[in-house]
């Protein structure tokens, strides 16, 4: 019978200050992409890949997260007494099933690693995901489920070619050998290298399906680059113990982490959207070449 991945991960513990001053009293998964707040997106990509069971490894000042995937008795009844079915079906479609939700805290904001350690007691001794809210995919098939369609057993992460200029921003992978056009064998991985010491152009994308072995390492709970207790070296030390792959994903990704890939990925998924494309692409095409050297200039844009 093929080893299914039943339970995801969301690590959203922490402080998001790239985001500042938006993010002080807002968890950054919470920042809408169009309507929807990032983490959404991210537990929609979780169901269309079969996860049952989600569980948010949260942090002080998230508690936001835990009532958007709760009921709202005052605005449901509000809704109901309007007469907004519609809507107040659509609200509650995606309510998780009762039982199946967990929230684990990370006291201390430690490192991915440590955010991913947290949730080892319900996570068991099962294969499981890690869906990174700030990193959203657009393409043929959700990101996890172009992962979970290739998963045999084994550890994956999803890898994009990222160029020379960028690529110490990311975790890096040492190949082993190339399976299949879109699958790698991976020996290890580095942690934000130096442009020269890459060990190749392919990098870790937020999602990741790991064999419950990387919580001995993260036992550790070694401290890596920036400090950090960093996921990439866990994974590197599976890579050298098991079978590892690096899936390269179809598709478009957007760095909802950084502004410019925020506001980049709310225009690609407003363009999506037939409500709101039409309105869009008048407005994107009437946005004048003069007024956008005014704004390049420093003038005012508004
Ligand atoms: P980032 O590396 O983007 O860090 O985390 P951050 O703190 O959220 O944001 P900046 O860099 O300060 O702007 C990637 C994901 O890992 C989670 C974050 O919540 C985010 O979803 N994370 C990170 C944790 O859960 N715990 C941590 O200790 C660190």
């Not at 890898?159 to 299949?180: F, H, N, P, W």
């Not at 070694?222 to 113990?241: F, H, N, R, V």
Request: aromatic share 8%; charged share 25%.
């Amino acid at each position: 019978m093929p080893i299914r991945v039943r339970k995801a991960v969301f690590p959203v513990g922490g402080l998001g200050t790239r985001f500042l001053p938006a993010t002080k009293a807002m968890p950054k998964e919470m920042l809408p992409l169009v309507d929807k707040p990032l983490i959404h997106h991210a537990v929609e990509e979780a169901r269309a890949a079969g996860i049952e069971e989600f569980i948010f490894v949260t942090g002080r000042g998230k508690s936001t997260i835990e009532d958007h995937f709760d009921q709202s008795y005052e605005l449901e009844e509000q809704l109901s007494a309007k007469g907004k079915q519609d809507m107040l079906e659509a609200l509650r479609a995606w309510l998780p099933t009762p039982g199946k939700v967990a929230y684990t805290r990370q006291q201390e904001p430690l490192g991915l690693g440590h955010a991913v350690w947290c949730a080892r007691h319900l996570i068991g001794n099962e294969p499981f995901a890690v869906l990174l809210a700030d990193d959203v995919f657009l393409g043929p098939s959700p990101c996890l489920k172009q992962m979970t369609d290739v998963f045999e057993g084994q550890s994956m992460v999803a890898v994009e070619t990222i160029d020379d200029e960028s690529i110490s921003s990311y975790g890096v992978l040492k190949v082993a050998k190339q399976v299949r056009p879109s699958l790698v064998q991976v020996s290890g991985l580095v942690e934000k290298p130096r442009r020269e010491e890459a060990p190749s152009n392919l990098a870790v994308v937020g999602r990741y399906i790991l064999t419950p072995k990387v919580f001995e390492f993260l036992d550790r709970k070694q401290q890596g680059a920036g400090g950090e207790i960093q996921l990439t070296d866990a994974l590197s030390w599976l890579a050298g113990l098991e079978p590892f792959y690096g899936v390269k994903i179809a598709g478009e990704r957007f760095d909802c982490g950084s502004k410019s890939g925020y506001l980049r990925a709310n225009i690609a998924f407003a363009l999506e959207r037939a409500d709101l494309r039409d309105d869009l692409i008048e407005y994107l095409s009437n946005l004048s070449i003069e007024r956008k050297r005014r704004v390049a200039a420093g003038g005012a844009g508004r």
